[in-house]
């Protein structure tokens, strides 16, 4: 692995997919009257439970931090794949998609309930949720993988 790449990869597509998804979940939660704030306290409240909407500012930051700290770890997940499995950054865009799919279900069938959080499904809300992560999470990611990949030139 070549370090000063996977910094890069890593950092702008954890950058990247972090700023788009937020942006879509406080325009979704926005439009149901949501505030940025409360959405990022839900964030921490994985963490914290029920005392993280107690918490003001503080808790907010600290979701915003939780909440980039999951991106960063989905790009490295991702650009530690593409090492060996090239074909990830050489048709980025539907493996970046599929990839926003795959972390869709991890965060939704898996963390969200290990955190204690129960999700409310609906069809409108899982198509809204499966889209905001293949094309603000996955995509980005996968995109800004094959930029820093040699891979994707051979």
């Known amino acids: 692995m070549e370090e000063p790449k996977a910094i890069l990869a890593i950092a702008w597509g954890g950058f990247a997919a972090g700023a788009l998804d937020i942006t879509a979940a406080?325009?979704?939660?926005?439009?149901?009257?949501?505030?940025?704030g409360r959405i990022l306290q839900s964030i921490a409240s994985g963490l914290?439970?029920?005392?993280?909407?107690?918490?003001g500012f503080s808790t907010a930051v600290l979701g915003a931090a939780l909440h980039f700290l999951i991106a960063f770890?989905?790009?490295?997940?991702?650009?530690?794949?593409?090492r060996k499995l090239t074909f990830?950054?050489?048709r980025a865009v539907i493996w970046g998609l599929l990839y926003g799919v795959t972390v869709y279900v991890?965060?939704?069938?898996?963390?969200?309930?290990?955190?204690?959080?129960?999700?409310?499904?609906?069809?409108?809300?899982?198509?809204?949720?499966?889209?905001?992560?293949?094309?603000?999470?996955?995509l980005p990611?996968?995109?800004?993988?094959r930029r820093y990949s040699t891979a994707a030139m051979e």
């Open 26 to 36: 406080f325009v979704t939660w926005g439009l149901k009257g949501m505030s940025p």
């Open 48 to 55: 914290l439970g029920a005392n993280a909407y107690k918490g």
């Open 73 to 82: 770890t989905a790009a490295a997940v991702f650009y530690a794949a593409s």
């Open 88 to 90: 990830l950054v050489q």
């Open 106 to 138: 991890f965060m939704y069938f898996l963390v969200l309930p290990l955190a204690g959080i129960k999700s409310r499904f609906t069809l409108t809300a899982v198509a809204i949720a499966v889209m905001t992560h293949m094309l603000c999470v996955g």
């Open 141 to 145: 990611i996968s995109l800004v993988v």
